[in-house]
């Protein structure tokens, strides 16, 4: 089987390769493509996976390329993890956002929604080409916002894209711990869209545990989430938010640690990559150690700042055990291409899933996965204050890809101002003149 990594520069590709450098069965990944436009990371990357393949007789044969219809063609997975406007676009859209005292984290609010619209125009195009010279592949993505840019792929590649992403797999993991069972081996009722979910009930032979984490503060205040969200919140709300609702829940205590830090996250990580694919240009540099050592530290910091508005201190060890998207990834890969069935919490169009979203909408829910792809579960109706914030910000999602399709300046502007972190339609006019000050991506919007 062949997997094509579209950003395959990208600082987290060894954790994907990792993932396939386990997986000994047959029908495994036998090819890795590394597509990236940027010559330097992707030799730098190719670098590190070599060190991982040393020792492994069968670690898939990897190449590199900077054609894109090269890179896709014949592909039997394709793995979307771009970044359009890289790191200094990520620190742009946080700080234009911050200066007029609203979120700019990358995929919530208004840093996502900028970061969005410069990224759909050519996520669109890139499904075309996939439909044109791999109708047959499966795309899986991890390209944010996650959410928002498969269900702009959907349009095109229809169910043969289906989005990841590392947090309700995280979540359900730390949950399960706290409750001393299996992470393996419970059913987790958890829906919502991607960075906007809720975990409602863990079920362990059909019974839900999840209740007895609220009866005692010490396994309810024993995981990150409990933590950040405080238990009084948690009870109050009977399920365990996605960590990225902490931007909603408590958005002015956030926006206040981000305004008073010395960088935003953004920044930081620009700072911390550079100086990884700089070190990486002398012959003489560890690959992979530099590599883990970086990779540690970027863990470490992950939600810094919502940590720091909590009142909170550093991540706990058990928190920063890795394992999520590339695990994902690879457990969706094996189950289309064996067809070995799995439930998975993905990214994939509604159909009849939420009765308060259409069919297309793209919804995150737990997925019955096999050889014909996944399968939305049904589940309970979402409480009335999560359809709020559902509907609301796929109404933004919505308008983001009106805007992008008939580049029309008012649409993005709508878009904006819809958010529920953005305050005001003037602070809506003023973010996307900033950013399309910013972003020559932008200027298709007139």
């Excluded at 700089?278 to 919502?306: C, F, G, K, V």
């Excluded at 579960?377 to 509907?391: E, F, M, N, Q």
């Excluded at 910000?393 to 008012?410: N, Y």
Aim: net charge negative; glycine share 10%; charged share 25%.
């Amino acid at each position: 089987m062949r997997l094509t990594i579209l950003g395959g520069g990208g600082f987290r590709v060894p954790l994907v390769y990792g993932a396939l450098l386990g997986d000994h069965a047959e029908g495994r990944i036998t090819h890795v493509t590394l597509f990236d436009l940027d010559e330097r990371r992707l030799s730098a990357i190719s670098r590190v996976l070599a060190e991982q393949a040393r020792g492994v007789p069968d670690a898939p044969v990897v190449r590199v390329t900077t054609d894109l219809d090269e890179a896709v063609y014949e592909a039997d997975f394709i793995f979307s993890a771009i970044r359009v406007g890289g790191l200094h676009g990520r620190a742009a859209d946080e700080r234009i956002a911050l200066d007029e005292g609203v979120l700019g984290q990358e995929t919530v609010g208004a840093g996502g929604l900028a970061y969005g619209l410069r990224t759909l125009p050519v996520v669109t195009r890139i499904a075309q080409q996939i439909a044109d010279l791999a109708p047959d592949a499966w795309v899986i993505n991890f390209t944010n916002p996650a959410g928002l840019v498969t269900e702009a792929m959907s349009r095109i590649l229809g169910d043969r894209v289906i989005g990841i992403c590392d947090s309700p797999v995280g979540l359900g993991r730390r949950v399960a711990r706290a409750l001393n069972v299996d992470p393996r081996k419970v059913w987790l009722d958890y829906v919502g869209l991607n960075h906007l979910g809720w975990l409602r009930g863990v079920k362990v032979g059909g019974k839900d545990i999840l209740p007895r984490l609220f009866e005692y503060d010490t396994l309810l205040g024993s995981f990150e989430e409990g933590r950040l969200f405080g238990l009084e919140w948690l009870r109050s709300l009977g399920a365990i938010p996605n960590e990225y609702l902490h931007y909603y829940y408590f958005n002015r205590e956030t926006v206040r640690a981000y305004s008073e830090a010395k960088r935003t996250r953004g920044a930081y990580l620009l700072e911390q990559q550079e100086g990884f694919y700089r070190e990486m240009e002398r012959s003489d540099t560890p690959a992979l150690a530099t590599w883990q050592r970086t990779l540690a530290d970027r863990e470490a910091t992950y939600m810094a700042h919502n940590r720091e508005a909590a009142g909170l201190g550093d991540r706990y060890e058990e928190d920063l055990e890795s394992g999520g998207y590339e695990q994902v990834a690879l457990s969706l890969m094996r189950a289309i291409a064996r067809n070995e069935r799995t439930t998975l919490i993905l990214n994939v169009r509604n159909r009849q899933t939420l009765s308060v979203l259409d069919a297309d909408a793209v919804i995150e829910v737990p997925c019955l996965v096999d050889a014909s792809g996944a399968h939305p579960v049904s589940v309970d109706p979402l409480p009335g204050h999560a359809v709020g914030l559902v509907t609301s910000v796929k109404a933004v999602e919505r308008e983001a890809m009106a805007a992008a399709e008939s580049c029309s300046r008012a649409a993005a502007v709508k878009a904006f101002a819809l958010h529920p972190l953005v305050d005001s339609v003037g602070v809506a006019r003023r973010l996307l003149d900033n950013y399309m000050d910013e972003f020559a991506g932008l200027s298709y919007l007139r």
